[in-house]
């Protein structure tokens, strides 16, 4: 007998045998992939359905995020007639005296007064050379009025400044105050609200640190200037009012007041971005045959852009899509538009002078809806469309509402496949 021709013969066998049995198991997945299963599976072909719709039932720009004094920095612009952003910090308590010897001395003179601000780069464009001035915005009358703020940014309150050319902003920069002006203040034990506006023969934006975001703008003076052995005194922000409420008044730490921006726009749009900041909110109705009988694949998010161009029409700006978590018992835009799920399933950028049609991948939110559909608390099925620069940047994307004609309106478009049980024929 010829064991070398035995032998080959069993390891036929045995190939054989493994072949059998990973098409057995290849029967048993549960595929969506509908090019292997047919092959495998004779007569059990995944049918694949595409389909595209007006899904958007309601759709609304929402403002008031973030909120008064919650931006994550200090956003200071300046364009002329068409845009006005300025930032105001507390010094609600200031040390009137200095240890000397291990004794408390009190201030009668001091010099070297600056605050120290931290910038962000990425948000800030300076060309040629930019102004910072400081002023002197403490009032009597009612002060969380933007209108009232604003109008106490005038010569006679200027107490500080410093010109800057466009190398010069970066990192960190010293603005300086008058010494006479802050030493009034200290010894008078008197609160200091600093109104910081930027100008520029060429415009500029310069975003800088603010308490939210981890930069605090910080107060610097040196006590006793005759005395070298002395260091300077450093002052973070406080504010002591609105009193007994230790969260309104940390909003009143820094924050930026808008004077003057682009009106926001009118007729069939909504709109992402700008100042003061605006997210979309949409809320979908998807047929129940898509959310409880089927696998979605893919999910697109389809609207039409109308051309904005207003500020930096050719620039270009980011919005992402998340998911909003409120139940539909949440009757508060604001608060829906809020509430969100933590990341973005695409990011889109565009130009706001552009127009045509955009696409947004929303898979993740249709799977979402579907595997909440059977939930006790109800889920709205909605998205919140942001810029990824709130509050940083004026930059504002028109898109054509519901409310539009049929061709300009938001449309999604859902690729899926109905559920089925796969096993051997």
Same mark, same amino acid.
């Given at each position: 007998?010829?064991?070398? $021709?035995?032998?080959?013969?069993?390891?036929?066998?045995?190939? &054989?045998?493994?072949?059998?049995?990973?098409?057995?198991?290849?029967?048993?997945?549960? #595929?969506?992939?509908?090019?292997?299963?047919?092959?495998l599976?004779?007569?059990?072909?995944?049918?694949?359905?595409?389909?595209? *719709?007006?899904?958007?039932?309601?759709?609304?720009?929402v403002?008031?995020?973030?909120? *008064?004094?919650?931006?994550?920095?200090?956003? $200071?612009? %300046?364009?002329?007639?068409?845009?006005?952003?300025?930032?105001?910090?507390?010094?609600?308590? $200031?040390p009137?005296?200095?240890?000397?010897?291990?004794?408390?001395?009190?201030?009668?003179?001091?010099?070297s007064?600056y605050?120290? *601000?931290?910038?962000?780069?990425?948000a800030?464009?300076?060309? @040629?050379?930019?102004?910072?001035d &400081?002023?002197?915005?403490?009032?009597?009358?009612?002060?969380?009025?933007?209108?009232?703020?604003a109008?106490? +940014?005038?010569?006679?309150?200027?107490i500080?400044g410093?010109?800057?050319?466009?190398?010069?902003?970066?990192?960190?920069?010293k603005?300086?105050?008058d010494?006479?002006?802050?030493?009034?203040? =200290?010894?008078?034990?008197?609160r200091?609200?600093?109104?910081?506006?930027?100008?520029?023969?060429?415009?500029?934006?310069?975003?800088?640190?603010?308490?939210?975001?981890?930069?605090?703008?910080?107060? %610097?003076?040196?006590?006793? /200037?005759?005395?070298?052995?002395?260091k300077?005194?450093?002052?973070?922000?406080?504010?002591?009012?609105p009193?007994?409420?230790?969260?309104?008044?940390?909003?009143?730490?820094?924050?930026?007041?808008?004077?003057?921006?682009?009106?926001?726009?009118?007729?069939?749009? *909504?709109?992402?971005?700008?100042?003061?900041?605006?997210?979309a +909110?949409?809320?979908?109705?998807?047929?129940?045959?898509? $959310?409880?009988?089927?696998?979605?694949?893919?999910?697109?998010?389809?609207?039409?852009?109308?051309p904005?161009?207003?500020? @930096?029409?050719?620039?270009?700006?980011?919005?992402?899509?998340?998911l909003?978590?409120?139940?539909?018992?949440?009757?508060? #835009?604001?608060?829906?538009?809020?509430l969100?799920?933590?990341?973005?399933f695409?990011? #889109?950028k565009?130009?706001?002078?552009d127009?045509?049609?955009?696409?947004?991948?929303?898979?993740?939110?249709?799977?979402?809806?579907?595997?909440?559909?059977t939930?006790?608390?109800?889920?709205?099925?909605?998205?919140? &469309?942001?810029?990824?620069?709130?509050?940083?940047?004026p +930059?504002? =994307?028109?898109?054509?509402s519901?409310?539009?004609?049929?061709?300009?309106?938001?449309?999604?478009?859902?690729n899926?496949?109905l559920?089925?049980?796969? @096993?051997? /024929?």
């Amino acid at each position: 007998m010829d064991v070398s $021709l035995d032998w080959r013969k069993r390891a036929r066998g045995v190939l &054989l045998g493994l072949a059998l049995g990973a098409g057995v198991a290849a029967c048993g997945e549960d #595929l969506e992939s509908g090019a292997a299963c047919p092959v495998l599976c004779p007569g059990q072909n995944l049918a694949v359905f595409d389909t595209t *719709f007006e899904a958007v039932s309601f759709d609304t720009s929402v403002t008031g995020i973030p909120g *008064f004094g919650t931006e994550a920095s200090m956003y $200071l612009a %300046h364009r002329g007639d068409t845009l006005d952003v300025r930032g105001v910090l507390r010094y609600d308590t $200031l040390p009137s005296t200095f240890v000397k010897s291990s004794a408390d001395s009190t201030i009668t003179r001091l010099d070297s007064a600056y605050l120290l *601000f931290q910038v962000n780069p990425t948000a800030t464009r300076v060309r @040629g050379s930019v102004r910072i001035d &400081l002023f002197d915005v403490d009032t009597t009358e009612a002060d969380t009025v933007n209108a009232v703020v604003a109008s106490l +940014f005038r010569p006679d309150r200027l107490i500080g400044g410093t010109t800057f050319d466009s190398a010069q902003v970066k990192d960190s920069i010293k603005v300086f105050l008058d010494n006479a002006k802050l030493l009034a203040k =200290v010894t008078g034990k008197q609160r200091l609200r600093i109104g910081v506006r930027a100008t520029s023969a060429l415009g500029t934006e310069v975003d800088l640190g603010s308490i939210e975001g981890g930069q605090t703008t910080v107060l %610097h003076f040196d006590p006793a /200037p005759e005395d070298t052995a002395i260091k300077a005194l450093s002052v973070t922000p406080t504010s002591a009012t609105p009193p007994n409420d230790a969260v309104l008044s940390g909003d009143f730490l820094d924050y930026t007041i808008v004077v003057k921006a682009p009106a926001p726009p009118t007729g069939n749009v *909504f709109s992402v971005g700008g100042l003061p900041n605006r997210r979309a +909110f949409l809320r979908f109705e998807v047929p129940s045959r898509i $959310l409880d009988s089927s696998t979605v694949l893919r999910a697109s998010l389809i609207f039409t852009q109308q051309p904005n161009r207003s500020i @930096g029409a050719r620039d270009t700006m980011a919005i992402v899509p998340e998911l909003s978590l409120a139940g539909e018992d949440v009757t508060d #835009l604001t608060r829906a538009a809020l509430l969100l799920g933590g990341f973005a399933f695409d990011t #889109l950028k565009i130009a706001p002078g552009d127009s045509g049609t955009r696409v947004m991948e929303v898979a993740t939110a249709v799977r979402q809806w579907a595997s909440a559909s059977t939930a006790t608390i109800k889920q709205q099925r909605a998205i919140v &469309l942001r810029s990824t620069r709130e509050a940083t940047s004026p +930059f504002e =994307v028109y898109i054509s509402s519901r409310e539009a004609p049929a061709a300009l309106r938001p449309r999604l478009r859902v690729n899926y496949a109905l559920r089925s049980s796969f @096993g051997i /024929p």
